[in-house]
């Protein structure tokens, strides 16, 4: 459904990368509703290239977290020269809620929850809701989306085949012997969050048991958690260290390819699993899987601790996660 004489429009997603990769379906919605519109992208430094090569926006700005009065003052200057019909708050904070504010009087028509705001999602159970229902249910409220699905697990995942669609082809085998198919690990995270990781002497296990099963390893992660390879390393010496290696088009693509993915709750293994890895999350009691999972062939480990998560219960959803694949081949 297009909205008529809605021309320009500005959509805001700041972080995390997991959260702005579960957003990539709500911004595919509002490509699709304003199909002949300008829409620009309110986002971080750390997303303007995954902005960019996404096909629903004709521009990118990262000035999204301004800290000094003169850069708050700047980017209103800048919003209000813009003119924007119409603003999709996909970041529903405290600091997007400001921004709202900042664009007093007359802002532009705007979906979110900013106090007075037009568009209002008013969903007394939106916190409740998984990322991907909460956002169609918040599209829904903005007349875009009469039909969303916001039942559990009904709103469909993102699409990132425009990220490794040129990339993802077959490459030539040399000699006419394919290589080994390989599982990603993302064995990282948030260095302030050390409860959303899983040991990494048990991804060293579990990376010994898969390589036994005739699957290479691949890790990936920032160059902070080189360390994590090399420890996975020691205990299965033929595994790839791709960690500092690979912005987040490249983790698609190897997510495109991968025969699996394990890991923590964290932006890579979101971006993984939207690509089309068959993924294994493991998550502790820091955080609500039926919030912020992600989607697709996913299996959810749990454990309060994840220090108490042991190798068999993640090998064995590996496995059977493996062997649907297989099957489904």
């Known amino acids: ?59 990118v700005h990262t000035d999204g977290r301004p800290e000094t009065f003169g850069q708050w003052m700047a980017l209103r200057r800048r919003l209000k020269a813009a003119a924007y019909d119409r ?8 600091h997007s809620n400001r921004i709202f504010h900042l664009l007093r009087p007359d802002p532009p028509a705007w979906s979110g929850i900013a106090l007075g705001c037009s568009l209002a999602h008013r969903n007394p159970l939106r916190n409740s809701m998984h990322t991907l229902e909460r956002q169609a249910d918040q599209l829904m409220y903005a ?22 669609r040129k990339e993802a082809g077959e490459r030539p085998v ?15 995270g948030s260095a302030h969050r050390p409860e959303k990781w899983w040991p990494v002497e048990n991804y060293a296990e579990l990376a010994r048991i898969l390589y036994a099963r005739g699957y290479d390893i691949v890790i990936i992660g920032g160059v902070q958690e080189t360390p994590l390879a090399h420890a996975i390393q020691r205990v299965a010496p033929r595994a790839r260290d ?9 983790i698609a693509v190897l997510g495109a390819k991968a025969a699996l993915a394990v890991g923590n709750d964290t932006g890579p293994l979101h971006l993984a699993a939207a690509a089309g890895a068959p993924t294994v999350v493991l998550f502790s009691k820091a ?8 989607r697709g062939r996913v299996s959810i480990v749990q454990s309060d601790r994840l220090a108490d998560l042991p190798v068999a219960k993640v090998a064995q959803a590996a496995s059977a996660l493996l062997n649907q694949t297989a099957g489904a081949a």
């Open 1 to 59: 459904m297009v909205r008529r004489g809605v021309e320009k429009i500005l959509v805001i997603k700041l972080s995390a990368l997991g959260d702005f990769v579960l957003a990539l379906a709500a911004m595919k919605k509002i490509r699709e509703a304003h199909r002949k519109a300008h829409i620009s992208l309110l986002t971080t430094p750390p997303f303007e290239g995954l902005g960019k090569a996404s096909p629903y926006f004709n521009a």
């Open 242 to 250: 791709l960690t500092g290696r690979t912005d987040f088009a490249r």
């Open 287 to 294: 955080s609500d899987p039926s919030v912020t999972a992600p």
């Open 143 to 164: 007349g875009i989306w009469p039909d969303a699905p916001t039942s559990p697990g009904a709103a469909p995942p993102p699409d990132l085949s425009w990220v490794w």
């Open 174 to 188: 040399a000699g006419g012997v394919r290589p080994r198919p390989y599982v990603m690990f993302v064995p990282g």
């Open 87 to 94: 603003v999709y708050d996909l970041q529903t904070s405290n």
